[in-house]
């Protein structure tokens, strides 16, 4: 970054201060107590290459790579707003050897957005957890000044990273939502180094889900992309085994929503345009409106031919009642009912501040004047579900999925699949499950093997006090001939 532009930027950090300050007594935040800034969740300080780690148990012998992770952590503890999904993006790596023996890495993304803040000394693109009330739009504003004046520059990306990996094509890549994936090298003892944001040979000009899809049988890969200021508000596109980007398509959305999850069969792609939509403007009605509202409208599922010329002209658009979905579990089409069918961790609503501590603070007034906690818990934990579409007849129906002992429904998120098992139909997978014991806590913690086809539950393995786990990942053995029935290995970090 050049002199003229570093010093333009500090400038700012005036008005940036006094935002936060602003921002800060109005919500009465206190960073101190964010649950996303504490234990496992806190900001991971030092970065370290550490080997030959002590193993306690066995390590199966045919277990040979890496497991790698990635997560939001903060360079700067903010003063205003935070939320789980803010910080900047860093790799935890665990290299198994072909001799057994084991490394631990783990590296910040040498994002754009980091180095450009790095240079300057503080954040200087908005969070999630600014964009509520006043404050948080006069931060949007003044982002906006500094994207007009051209000190940031949209071109280079301002993402974090901090969201998934996906391995394509011989590249392991980094992903967030709102930016284009970071390539990132594997070395052999399992260290990372960014090779730099990947734009398919400057193809690419949307931004990229953090959650794409594979198919096992043609080692595509199918992703998709959604802004919230302008239109396209959500574009398609596939790229081919060897990382050629093959087409990119506007959806034709007519609102922008936040829409982190999709899923795929083999010849359809299925799109959430679900109710959380984006309304700055809202922000002005109270210190603690977001600019992301849950509306009350038809959640639409939009199904698309996976190869298709105009999505916007050949999508099918299917209704279903309000609810969210940030993540699904898989799809197929049943041939016999010529149905889609589609697995998903669904809620009555959702609510973004409802992953923070923040919240309960936020929530205070509700809460002395009696508000039902448990209704709110049930309305905004997310649950298994299935939603089937018929495509000869345009029906619709959606059921939830699986009880506890109790017959309350289970809370769950996070599910895995066999990743062969994509876009085919799943009769097993692992969700991470919990059951709501305090208001805004979840308790007794743990990752189930579920049964689809029957919809109950068939183990269960409790995760100890303190340890928190997102999801599982399925390490296959071998490459199967039925996929449904083959074995795996289940590894996950708590």
């Not at 199966?60 to 935070?82: D, H, K, M, S």
């Not at 803040?117 to 999630?128: A, Q």
């Not at 051209?150 to 709102?178: C, I, M």
Request: with cysteine; net charge neutral; glycine share 6%.
């Amino acid at each position: 970054m050049g002199g003229v532009q570093s010093v333009c930027l500090r400038l700012f950090r005036p008005l940036d201060f006094l935002l936060d300050v602003i921002q800060a007594r109005a919500w009465k935040v206190d960073n101190a107590k964010n649950t996303f800034l504490l234990g496992n969740y806190g900001p991971v300080e030092k970065e370290l290459f550490e080997k030959n780690l002590n193993v306690v148990g066995n390590i199966p012998a045919e277990l040979v790579g890496e497991f790698v992770r990635n997560g939001p952590n903060p360079q700067t503890i903010p003063r205003g707003g935070y939320h789980w999904f803010d910080g900047d993006g860093m790799l935890h790596g665990v290299r198994i050897n072909p001799d057994g023996t084991v490394n631990y890495v783990n590296r910040l993304t040498d994002t754009n957005r980091l180095k450009l803040e790095k240079s300057v000394g503080s954040s200087l693109i908005p969070r999630i957890g600014e964009m509520k009330g006043k404050s948080g739009l006069s931060k949007l504003m003044a982002y906006a000044l500094k994207t007009s004046l051209r000190l940031v520059n949209l071109n280079k990306g301002v993402g974090s990273a901090n969201t998934a990996v996906q391995f394509h094509d011989g590249k392991l890549l980094a992903l967030v939502e709102n930016d284009h994936p970071y390539a990132i090298r594997v070395l052999q003892d399992g260290q990372f180094e960014t090779i730099g944001r990947h734009s398919y040979g400057g193809k690419l000009k949307h931004t990229f889900t953090a959650h794409p899809k594979i198919d096992a049988e043609t080692n595509e890969l199918i992703f998709f992309g959604y802004q919230l200021h302008a239109k396209p508000y959500c574009t398609y596109s596939v790229a081919s085994a060897d990382g050629e980007l093959l087409f990119s398509t506007d959806l034709g959305l007519k609102q922008a929503v936040m829409m982190h999850d999709f899923a795929i069969t083999k010849e359809y792609s299925l799109f959430l345009d679900f109710p959380l939509e984006f309304h700055p403007k809202e922000m002005c009605s109270s210190p603690s409106y977001s600019a992301f509202r849950f509306v009350d409208r038809p959640c639409r599922i939009g199904v698309v031919p996976r190869h298709c010329a105009n999505a916007e002209e050949e999508a099918r658009w299917f209704e279903f009642r309000p609810g969210y979905v940030f993540h699904t579990m898989n799809a197929w089409v049943d041939e016999d009912s010529q149905e889609i069918v589609l697995y998903a961790c669904r809620s009555n609503r959702v609510q973004l501040d409802s992953f923070s501590r923040q919240w309960e603070l936020a929530r205070a007034e509700e809460e002395e004047s009696g508000a039902n906690d448990k209704v709110f818990e049930e309305d905004t934990t997310p649950y298994p579900h299935v939603y089937r579409m018929n495509l000869k007849t345009g029906a619709t129906t959606e059921r939830a999925l699986c009880t506890e002992e109790s017959g309350r429904r289970m809370g769950c998120e996070f599910p895995t699949i066999n990743p062969f098992c994509v876009a085919e139909r799943t009769d097993m997978s692992i969700w991470h499950t919990w059951i709501w014991i305090a208001k805004t806590q979840p308790s007794r913690e743990s990752l189930r093997l579920i049964l689809s086809r029957t919809a109950k539950w068939l183990v269960k393995l409790t995760l100890e006090k303190e340890s928190t786990e997102e999801s599982a990942c399925l390490c296959p053995e071998t490459t199967p001939s039925n996929p449904s029935s083959w074995r795996t290995k289940t590894m996950g970090i708590c």
